[in-house]
């Protein structure tokens, strides 16, 4: 399952509610930067990784 797929049935599941869809992608980016903060990579790398998804989500 790639990205866009993952995306695409976050969408489908939560439906036309697109402050519903940012919510929970910005909950689970933040859980993996901690996860990535706590495998060892620093903060600025996992923020660099979690704004770049993010701008993806939000495409």
Aim: without cysteine; hydrophobic residues 25%; aromatic residues 6%.
């Amino acid at each position: 399952m790639g990205f866009d797929d993952l995306k695409g049935k976050t969408t489908d599941a939560l439906g036309d509610h697109s402050d519903k869809v940012e919510q929970v992608s910005d909950q689970g980016l933040d859980k993996a930067g901690e996860f990535a903060e706590g495998k060892g990579a620093s903060s600025e790398h996992a923020d660099k990784g979690k704004d770049f998804l993010d701008g993806k989500i939000g495409e």
